[in-house]
């Protein structure tokens, strides 16, 4: 499997450390950036991920909150970007929402912790069922 990746500066540690983490686990990993702790614009970075993500594999994206790399990549129609602080948001977020992106808060998140939620979201499936019906309502005008 294939992890998209991408951050701001008060995300690159975090991205890092699960970068590693998921190279260890034997995952492909894309890693857009950025690649240093020197200040820059969150929303540059999902807008460069997601000029070559493709919707149907899972990215990963980090800054202080989480919020701005959430709202960002939210602004695409195809994807379902989720904001999580533990495993089980995680996992609900795969479960219940079909969530194709995880956004987590670099600057409040332990590493191990991050590493939990992150192998959450990559091992559950959708659930399906009545959060079919749901998540294809979310889009506009799609009702
Ligand atoms: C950067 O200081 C911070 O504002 C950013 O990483 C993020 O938390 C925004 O939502």
């Not at 983490?21 to 894309?30: I, Q, T």
């Not at 999902?46 to 909150?65: N, S, W």
């Amino acid at each position: 499997m294939r992890i998209w990746m991408a951050s701001d500066h008060a995300g690159f540690a975090l991205k890092a450390h699960l970068k590693a983490h998921l190279l260890r686990r034997g995952y492909e990993v894309v890693d857009i950036g950025t690649h240093s702790e020197d200040s820059t614009d969150y929303p540059m970075w999902v807008h460069r991920l997601m000029e070559a993500f493709p919707p149907d594999e899972k990215a990963i994206l980090i800054c202080g909150t989480g919020n701005g790399v959430c709202m960002t990549a939210n602004r695409y129609p195809q994807v379902r970007a989720a904001l999580a602080w533990n495993a089980e948001i995680a996992r609900l977020a795969r479960a219940h929402n079909d969530a194709n992106i995880l956004c987590l808060p670099g600057r409040f998140l332990s590493p191990e912790e991050a590493e939990r939620a992150v192998e959450a979201f990559i091992q559950t499936p959708f659930e399906g069922g009545r959060h079919q019906k749901r998540v294809s309502r979310i889009n506009p005008h799609s009702v």
